[in-house]
């Protein structure tokens, strides 16, 4: 059975720093790229960042693009989120997400975690 | 940057038909995807590659996708299917979402 449990989420100040992590089980963790994708609370899915399965290539949203770094480890099949210069607007429930497809020109996903939440303010 | 856009909301009466729409330039260019997502629940996949349904998913879930415009349908709809839906495409190293549909089962 595919699981993903994210953890990190916690209460930060605006312009701090936070580390997000996924730890993956249930599948071959390399074979796969993986995304995190986040809600913000009452608003609709945005996806945030993407990283190949061997962790060369590395995709990012706009909103977060040279704040934000995505990274894994598939020693220990996990997946980790970076987040620098935090602001307001990035407070969120940050979902850790599995890509559907080993290789191949789509993207889409097949298994999400149940989200760690993120919120920054003062 | 592409864009994906969708009603804010779809009413049905149990059994009927629902028919959500995403639409985008050239659309049916592209793979679209769909996902459910029910109130403090995570999403899930319920068409992919435009009208592939994942195993488990119930037959009365279909998918189309044309010039502009991607469609989910829901044939004989239940009360179970109120929720939020997702169109979701891939362009050019971007995942791009559509706004979200809230469906209601009234």
Redesign the interface.
């Known amino acids: 059975e595919v699981q993903l449990v994210e953890s990190g989420g916690v209460v930060v100040q605006p312009g701090g720093s936070l580390r997000l992590s996924c730890a993956a089980s249930g599948f071959t963790f390399d074979d796969y790229p993986m995304h995190w994708v986040r809600q913000a609370p009452g608003k609709g899915l945005e996806w945030v960042s993407l990283i190949s399965g061997d962790g060369v290539s590395t995709y990012y949203g706009d909103s977060v693009k040279g704040r934000f770094t995505i990274s894994r480890d598939n020693s220990k099949n996990s997946l980790y989120l970076q987040m620098n210069s935090l602001r307001t607007e990035d407070t969120a429930l940050y979902y850790c997400v599995k890509d559907a497809e080993r290789v191949g020109a789509n993207r889409f996903f097949d298994y999400w975690g149940q989200g760690t939440l993120v919120t920054v303010s003062s | 940057?592409f864009e994906m856009s969708q009603p804010p909301s779809v009413p049905v009466s149990p059994g009927q038909t629902a028919s959500i729409t995403c639409s985008g330039d050239k659309l049916g260019n592209k793979?679209v995807?769909w996902?459910q997502?029910k109130t403090g629940q995570?999403?899930?996949?319920v068409i992919?590659?435009d009208d592939k349904r994942?195993s488990g998913i119930p037959e009365r879930f279909s998918g189309s996708n044309s010039g502009n415009t991607a469609t989910l349908t829901i044939n004989g709809t239940q009360t179970l299917d109120e929720a939020?839906y997702?169109c979701?495409a891939?362009d050019r190293?971007?995942?791009?979402?559509?706004?979200?549909t809230k469906l209601t089962v009234l």
């Not at chain 2, 995570?42 to 996949?45: A, E, F, G, R, V």
């Not at chain 2, 190293?93 to 979200?100: A, D, L, R, T, Y």
């Open positions: 940057s793979y995807s996902y997502q995570s999403p899930i996949l992919y590659e994942p939020d997702y979701q891939w190293g971007s995942v791009v979402f559509g706004g979200g």
